[in-house]
């Protein structure tokens, strides 16, 4: 559908260029009012739109009203992707500036967002993190092995991943509480029980599974976008003294399972097709399960504010293994995906400095302070820091935005 739709095509709510959300985004989330019932909504500008409040999405698209009372995406999901492109299509034709004489009838269904409470879009049954950066993981490498040999042999072959906790992904503005655990001081000494003394953000993509496999059933490449609906911004954010101690033999656990924090609003595929880009070259060519052709990732601009300081400007383009390459790799010996699990792409790092997606390489493992308009500088991150994520498509008529990603972090 979004092929079809004009660049030039605008909605009788009001809205700048630089909005995150044209009528060309339209994307899904959940929100209430006062502590009340929790409903499915879109937006345009500013305006909330509650999809249990227009009667044609009920009537033309075949959905019960009662889907759209409900706590998470995840029933609305389950209907189908052709389902939710159905919705798409209606708020569409029902909010175009030709259709400008439906505003009153529809009164009841706009709500400033300013006047709304967001809340986490997706019940994530499971949360896969990746690692599908090629610069990201070439940075740390570098500072913690050998830089001449920065990845290891198996990362140029297969997206490197982990099972996280979807338990604690949180919703934008989620306070962050400072995790404790074990960490060592000084080399070789034995560890100590303690707060982490270097908190760390980690700018990501996520995208969100729309259609499940069988136990035991593959997800071909060719067919896994049947099975992505979306993408949230995310932040995993990491304990980087406390994942530096535990992480032999097993990998991350305590230093990353704390919190992760995603944006309240999934942007449809649908919504990106006209932001699609080709990937980095890939030497060794992928084995024959994780080859693609045509263009498989998207120009999306990711900012990293601290402080309301600019500390990164990255891309999703960047990322070496795309979201259709994860999604297979996943699978293919047989893991069934569920609808609304959660796979995070892993820090999205560019190729220079003013890209790269962690405090951990902003400021080269401490080495190299990042200095902020207050005369102060970090290292890593302190208590009362506020992180605020940013990622936008966008072309000379409109962008698609996915709104804030933010977290302030708090005391012990």
């Keep these: 559908m979004e092929n079809s739709l004009p660049a030039l095509l605008k909605s009788w709510i009001p809205y700048e260029r630089e909005c995150d959300f044209p009528i060309h985004n339209l994307p899904l989330g959940i929100f209430s009012v006062n502590g009340g019932q929790k409903k499915i909504c879109s937006i345009i500008g500013d305006q909330i739109i509650d999809l249990s409040e227009i009667p044609d999405i009920t009537s033309n698209c075949g959905i019960p009203k009662s889907i759209f009372y409900n706590d998470f995406l995840n029933p609305l999901l389950t209907l ?14 029902i909010f175009s500036e030709k259709n400008d004489k439906s505003k009153e009838s529809l009164s009841s269904a706009l709500r400033p967002v300013s006047m709304v409470k967001l809340h986490l879009p997706v019940k994530a049954g499971d949360y896969t993190d990746f690692y599908s950066s090629r610069e990201h993981a070439t940075n ?15 990362w140029l072959y297969l997206p490197v991943g982990y099972h996280g906790r979807s338990s604690s992904i949180v919703v934008s503005e989620t306070p962050i509480k400072r995790p404790h655990g074990q960490i060592v001081l000084r080399d070789g000494e034995p560890p100590v029980y303690s707060a982490s003394r270097q908190l760390d953000f980690e700018l990501e993509m996520a995208f969100v599974i729309g259609k499940g496999n069988a136990l035991g059933e593959p997800i071909p490449i060719e067919k896994a976008e049947e099975h992505i ?14 994942q530096k101690w535990e992480y032999v033999p097993l990998g991350p656990f305590l230093g990353k399972n704390f919190a992760s924090t995603a944006s309240p609003w999934l ?3 649908e919504a990106l097709e006209k932001f699609r880009v080709a990937g980095p ?12 052709s045509g263009a498989n990732n998207y120009n999306i601009q990711l900012e990293v504010w601290l402080n309301n300081n600019l500390v990164s400007k990255s891309n999703m383009k960047y990322l070496y293994w795309s979201i259709k390459q994860q999604l297979a790799h996943h699978t293919v010996n ?11 792409s892993g820090t999205i790092s560019g190729p220079d400095q003013t890209s790269f997606g962690s405090m951990l390489e902003l400021a080269w493992k401490g080495t190299k302070p990042i200095q902020l308009k207050d005369g102060s500088s970090r290292v890593f991150l302190e208590d009362g820091d506020r992180i605020e994520m940013k990622a936008y498509a966008e072309n000379e008529h409109y962008r698609i935005g996915f709104g804030s990603c933010s977290g302030v972090i708090t005391g012990n």
């Design 80 to 93: 189908g992707k052709d389902k939710v492109s159905l919705i798409r299509k209606e708020l569409l034709t």
């Design 140 to 154: 740390v490498g570098m500072m913690f092995r050998d830089p001449a040999n920065a990845l290891l042999p198996n």
């Design 229 to 242: 609906q979306g993408l949230l911004l995310f932040n995993d954010w990491s304990a980087r003294d406390i």
């Design 267 to 269: 942007v449809d595929l």
């Design 281 to 292: 070259e890939q030497n060794p060519v992928p084995l024959d399960y994780l080859k693609q």
């Design 334 to 344: 047989g893991c069934n995906m569920q609808v609304g699990d959660i796979c995070a």
